[in-house]
């Protein structure tokens, strides 16, 4: 299917862009060395989505002071001594054809330091801690100009635009908020107050750099928190941003704390902040850009077609797949890797300080690694994969990209593991997206899959791998409860009821409260049945805290009890008796226990390979049971160090 709006081009103020697929700003922590410089890790991994075709990439956080640094490892322009490395940037990006823009961010209440600045001395809602200080009227004026010289920087750098960072809970963010904004002075209180700061910026940046250099804002269309910013006030800013010079709008949502979050995981609807944008562009004449969990070139076809907006913003999409654009442009949908709204790596990794990485991309910021790296193996082999879960497909995937001749077999009649049963509860289909991605790879890299095809003797002899990968997954801990047996109660494995061989009765009790079980607990809550969670410790800690909170939100509206750090203490007549973290409790008339006390490794594969002397390795839950996002860059190095 031709792309015909999403690949036409568009104009932002005096330039012209090749078409209307953003990459919006997003901080990734890495790309930046100790002292703030640009490397060569971001030059290549900006570079890689200009390469493909991607008409607009915004690079995401470029801090306009010290003070308002919001991660560790994100640019800083507060200084000419910046300027160098960000026109190596710029230059690489601009030299594939793409329009680069550097949006400036000050962190304010929500930045990742001790010396958090605000409108009001008001803590963050969520994620950071402690209570930021109250800026003076001074340094509201020394900021304001900080902005115009980070944009003068970018310009002098030979960045094509800047684009203002307004949203999401950050320093202007503050200032629009009303209950972010207590102040009582020209920058508090009414609305004209509120907006003030924002004006002022878009003001001198025009001032300080041309009118007709490329100036665009990124607010949001609703904060969707009590007291907070809203969409009636969007719209009444949206035409006052234009009229101050503004040459687009791109229309966000959500702060710390909000529901729905920022970045929405797979619970989520996709295009959920689109209405936003919609909104808006009936205020204005200038673009407008939508966002907000667009993942599908088809999706942000229509959303063009329908004049919805003017430009859309894939963000998490041109993280899990670099050739996005290309992909997209040559109609090769089938093709791209698809985000599956998980943010683990993405999000959590970021928000924990650590490098952004990817389930569905672990060249994610190693771009610039294998770029250098020989694609294919030295010496070719034939290595057989006994397992077709997530590791070993996508093992496979890069071991046949890589020239090797390899046979996946599958002892069961279906490919997916695990991920099969994963995918079944409410809001987690799109874990599945991951196998269909990675079965049609192998089919288009010519993989031989066997199904219904245990790993014998007899296969393995017949084969005669070089090498074998043993990705056979985990099986359900059983845990070892006084009486448990002998308790009368209906027993049944997460597993066993996600595939749906034990069907659970009205009132049903989940032992463990790890991600199987809390996702188990909500797949039998959506049927309309009582239930109760007896948890260790943490809820779900394997998910990301975007996911987990969307999660919680279901179990909470479905009435289900949880309760943290239970211990089964009998099984009386009338039910489950337990002690937890807030006394003791009884689960009466609960007779059935599904029990989510994790995984153990199935190594039994391990003992014929010894004894037939095969060279093997442990892969995934085989080795040890971990996260998705574990487990495939453990399949990625895998298969290149084969």
Aim: neutral net charge; aromatic residues 6%.
């Amino acid at each position: 299917m031709r792309l015909r709006h999403l690949f036409s081009p568009v104009r932002l103020g005096t330039m012209e862009v090749r078409n209307r697929l953003v990459m919006p700003p997003m901080s990734v922590n890495f790309g930046v060395d100790e002292q703030g410089f640009v490397t060569e890790r971001h030059i290549a991994y900006l570079a890689a989505r200009a390469r493909a075709g991607t008409g607009l990439i915004v690079v995401g956080g470029g801090a306009v002071h010290p003070d308002g640094l919001d991660l560790p490892r994100m640019p800083p322009v507060w200084d000419d001594r910046y300027i160098p490395g960000l026109r190596a940037l710029a230059q690489a990006v601009q030299g594939f054809g793409a329009r680069i823009g550097l949006q400036l961010l000050h962190g304010g209440r929500q930045a990742y330091h001790d010396r958090r600045v605000a409108p009001s001395p008001l803590p963050a809602l969520a994620v950071v801690k402690g209570v930021p200080r109250e800026l003076g009227l001074e340094e509201i004026r020394d900021l304001v100009a900080c902005h115009a010289e980070a944009a003068r920087r970018a310009k002098e750098a030979g960045f094509d635009l800047v684009e203002i960072h307004a949203a999401h809970g950050y320093l202007i963010s503050e200032f629009l908020a009303p209950n972010a904004n207590r102040r009582s002075d020209a920058y508090g209180g009414s609305f004209e107050n509120r907006i003030r700061f924002l004006l002022e910026i878009v003001a001198a940046i025009k001032a300080r750099c041309g009118r007709d250099f490329p100036v665009g804002v990124r607010f949001n269309g609703e904060d969707y928190v009590p007291g907070g910013w809203r969409l009636e006030e969007a719209l009444r800013l949206a035409p006052r941003l234009e009229e101050a010079g503004a040459d687009w709008l791109h229309v966000s949502a959500g702060v710390y704390g909000s529901m729905p979050v920022t970045i929405p995981s797979m619970y989520e609807p996709c295009g959920l902040f689109v209405h936003l944008a919609e909104a808006v562009k009936k205020t204005v004449r200038i673009p407008v850009i939508a966002v907000g969990r667009i993942k599908d070139p088809l999706f942000a076809e229509r959303i063009l077609a329908e004049g919805r907006a003017d430009l859309v913003a894939m963000g998490r999409a041109h993280l899990v797949d670099p050739e996005l654009a290309r992909k997209a442009k040559e109609g090769r949908l089938e093709e791209i890797r698809p985000c599956i709204g998980c943010c683990r790596g993405c999000i959590e990794s970021v928000l924990a300080l650590q490098e952004a990485t990817c389930v569905m991309n672990p060249e994610l910021g190693r771009e610039y690694l294998l770029e250098r790296a020989s694609p294919r193996a030295a010496s070719p082999k034939k290595i057989l994969v006994a397992g077709a879960g997530p590791a070993g497909l996508a093992c496979a995937r890069v071991l046949a990209l890589r020239g090797h001749q390899v046979i996946v077999a599958e002892g069961r009649d279906h490919p997916g593991g695990a991920l099969r049963e994963a995918s079944r509860p409410p809001g987690r289909q799109e874990l599945w997206e991951l196998v269909e991605f990675l079965l049609a790879e192998l089919r288009g890299l010519g993989v031989e899959i066997r199904l219904g095809s245990p790993v014998d003797e007899a296969l393995i002899r017949g084969i005669a791998p070089d090498e074998v990968v043993a990705a056979t997954g985990a099986n359900p801990r059983i845990p070892e409860i006084p009486g448990l047996f002998d308790s009368g109660l209906a027993l049944a494995t997460v597993l066993e009821v996600l595939r749906g061989e034990v069907v659970p009765g009205g009132r049903v009790a989940v032992l463990g409260s790890d991600q199987a079980g809390m996702v188990t607990a909500d797949f039998l809550a959506a049927t309309g049945r009582e239930v109760a969670v007896l948890g260790e410790g943490r809820f779900a800690p394997e998910l990301a805290p975007n996911d987990r909170t969307s999660l919680r939100r279901r179990l909470a509206e479905a009435g289900v009890r949880l309760y943290r750090n239970a211990v089964i203490r009998g099984f009386p007549p009338e039910g489950i008796l337990f002690d937890h973290d807030g006394g003791s409790g009884l689960l009466e008339g609960f007779r059935d226990l599904v029990i989510a006390q994790g995984f153990r490794p199935e190594r039994g594969l391990t003992g014929l390979l010894n004894r037939l002397g095969v060279r093997y390795h442990l892969l995934g839950d085989a080795k040890e049971p971990r996260t998705l996002l574990e487990i495939t860059a453990e399949a990625d190095e895998l298969g290149r160090a084969l």
